[in-house]
């Protein structure tokens, strides 16, 4: 059974920082692309960071470049990202997500598409002084 969890969310004030944690069951790391999806309306979700499967390159929005980092942990089954310098346009549920591509998963940073297979339910980012 394949299970993406997050975890880490809560609520931080403007320019602190908070590190999300997505573990995953049920698919090897290392045969997926991987990206964080902050959710922006009822049905569209917002590519802001992924990793490509082959080589580890990373991609991040314009919005988030210099304050985000995905981090693939292949030893605990781990997709992080940790968010720095968090603005008031942050704050959202993140979803990770994964998808079997060897092609770059850039395509998907700052659009609303995406072809991801695998998701999940999501943690919570407030931001609040």
């Known amino acids: 059974q394949v299970q993406l969890v997050e975890s880490g969310g809560g609520l931080v004030q403007p320019g602190g920082s908070l590190r999300l944690s997505c573990v995953v069951s049920?698919?090897?790391?290392?045969?997926?692309?991987w990206g964080w999806f902050p959710r922006i309306s009822r049905s569209e979700y917002e590519g802001v960071s992924c990793?490509?499967?082959?080589?580890?390159?990373?991609y991040y929005s314009d919005s988030v470049k210099g304050r985000f980092i995905i981090v693939r942990d292949m030893a605990n089954s781990t997709i992080s990202l940790q968010i720095n310098h968090l603005k008031a346009e942050d704050p959202g549920v993140y979803l990770c997500?994964?998808?079997?591509?060897?092609?770059?998963?850039?395509?998907?940073?700052?659009?609303?598409?995406?072809?991801?297979?695998?998701w999940g339910q999501g943690a919570q980012v407030t931001v609040s002084s």
């Open positions: 997500a994964a998808e079997p591509r060897f092609r770059p998963c850039r395509a998907e940073v700052g659009s609303t598409s995406n072809e991801y297979s695998y």
């Open positions: 049920g698919l090897s790391l290392d045969y997926y692309a």
């Open positions: 990793i490509n499967r082959e080589n580890s390159v990373t």
